[in-house]
T-cell receptor, first 112, second 113 residues
Framework: SQTIHQWPATLVQPVGSPLSLECTVEGTSNPNLYWYRQAAGRGLQLLFYSVGIGQISSEVPQNLSASRPQDRQFILSSKKLLLSDSGFYLC???????????FGPGTRLTVT | GNSVTQMEGPVTLSEEAFLTINCTYTATGYPSLFWYVQYPGEGLQLLLKATKADDKGSNKGFEATYRKETTSFHLEKGSVQVSDSAVYFCALNPDTGRRALTFGSGTRLQVQP
């Protein structure tokens, strides 16, 4: 069966500090991968998606970036965090040719 | 473009009450439709799905029918439990390609004993 991991689970960072969130998927190969952000009390906003190693598409211009160094690894980064970057970050994967996505447990980021 | 509209919450019910959470969508073609559930502090779990008109998705006592004529995918459950308290998201995907899901804003359900 497939599983998706995210870490860290929670993170508190000061404004201006860097960020690195990691997502890995097990039990499948060549998945589509996604990063979403969920602000408090709101819906999900797609940030990035990837259809393969090194292939990243950005949906929302901002101070975040994403990378996919390995087939089942997806990393969300920032060089300098803003207060507005606080939120719940969710990674998701999708099998090629299917519509449904499966989500990880999320990382709660608080920027102070 | 694609969009999903859900009824605003919170929806507060007593245990064993009937649940309906409304969801309507706007999309071109024939999208697939989904309901996801998010328990406090957790990620989203796929609850059920439907891929074509008149399909009924069902899981854990929840049901939703893909109504193309009314562009709706309302979530129903005959008898809710306290453990069903969560946020429910309706979502669509227009095709099997790379594009991500379009989500509604979520509806919080609170079930009281």
């Amino acid at each position: 069966s497939q599983t998706i991991h995210q870490w860290p689970a929670t993170l508190v960072q000061p404004v201006g500090s860097p960020l690195s969130l990691e997502c890995t998927v097990e039990g499948t190969s060549n998945p589509n991968l996604y990063w979403y952000r969920q602000a408090a009390g709101r819906g999900l906003q797609l940030l990035f998606y990837s259809v393969g190693i090194g292939q990243i598409s950005s949906e929302v211009p901002q101070n975040l970036s994403a990378s996919r160094p390995q087939d089942r690894q997806f990393i969300l980064s920032s060089k300098k965090l803003l207060l507005s970057d606080s939120g719940f970050y969710l990674c998701a994967w999708k099998r090629r040719g299917r519509n449904e996505q499966y989500f990880g447990p999320g990382t709660r980021l608080t920027v102070t | 473009g694609n969009s999903v509209t859900q009824m605003e919450g919170p929806v507060t019910l007593s245990e064993e009450a009937f649940l309906t959470i409304n969801c309507t969508y706007t999309a071109t073609g024939y999208p697939s439709l989904f309901w996801y559930v998010q328990y406090p502090g957790e990620g989203l779990q796929l609850l059920l799905k439907a891929t074509k008109a008149d399909d009924k998705g069902s899981n854990k006592g929840f049901e939703a029918t893909y109504r193309k004529e009314t562009t709706s995918f309302h979530l129903e459950k005959g008898s809710v439990q306290v453990s069903d308290s969560a946020v429910y998201f309706c979502a669509l995907n227009p095709d099997t390609g790379r594009r991500a899901l379009t989500f509604g804003s979520g509806t919080r359900l609170q079930v009281q004993p």
